[in-house]
């Protein structure tokens, strides 16, 4: 009589089959570091990451343009008053207002509102206080007529007084402070909405300026 045929024996995982079930065990949330260390070794090995070159902030004299794709900012003059209401400034005790004088031009093709996004974004001081720095102005307004936040027509230059309130303490006449001009890209809005706006405004320029006193409110010397 016959010997019994042996069953045949499974056949072994292979590496494949090995790999996925491994894989399996892995908490999700490895992953994420696994790609990025095998990314880093990779840049590596060739010479690595390569560094983001950042924008110039070139440094202008004052009265001197800067030209860019929404505005043209020239900054002529930084005075101190003790309170400018007419250009919409108001100084409460231990404050004063600091008031730049300057030209703008509207470059786009449609008005801009100079109070929401044009000016007020183009604008900051550095090296007055913490508060101050990087602050958005506390108002805006025309040279000419005193019209608070007015509207920029493509194309016509302005004479605007751009105003913060700052610490007593902060600044004085004959001091020097820098005014940082900055340039906003155009974001142009996509499948749900087809508006434009003027957004991610970074530093371009820097103008130093002599601070120059005014008188106890109103217009400038």
Do not use: C
Not at 190 to 195: E, G, K, V, Y
């Amino acid at each position: 009589m016959s010997a019994p045929a042996h069953a045949p024996h499974a056949a072994e995982p292979g590496l494949l089959s090995r790999l996925v079930a491994w894989l399996k065990r892995i908490p999700t949330g490895w992953f994420a570091s696994i790609l990025t260390g095998i990314f880093l070794a990779v840049a590596a090995a060739f010479g690595g990451l390569a560094p983001v070159a950042e924008a110039a902030v070139a440094p202008l004299a004052a009265g001197e343009a800067r030209v860019g794709d929404q505005l043209s900012v020239s900054v002529e003059r930084a005075v101190l008053f003790d309170s400018f209401p007419e250009a919409g400034a108001y100084a409460e005790d231990g404050e004063r207002v600091l008031a730049l004088l300057v030209t703008v031009e509207n470059r786009w093709t449609q008005p801009l509102l100079s109070s929401q996004g044009a000016v007020e974004q183009a604008l900051r001081l550095e090296g007055v206080s913490e508060d101050v720095d990087d602050a958005e102005p506390a108002s805006i307004a025309r040279l000419d007529d005193a019209t608070f936040g007015p509207w920029l027509q493509p194309g016509v230059p302005a004479e605007l007084v751009v105003s913060w309130v700052v610490p007593e303490s902060s600044v004085r006449a004959g001091e020097s402070i820098d005014v940082v001009i900055r340039e906003a890209t155009l974001e142009v809005g996509q499948r749900l909405t087809s508006d434009e706006r003027w957004t991610n405004s970074r530093p371009a320029a820097t103008v130093e300026l002599a601070v120059t006193a005014g008188g106890d409110s109103g217009g400038t010397e």
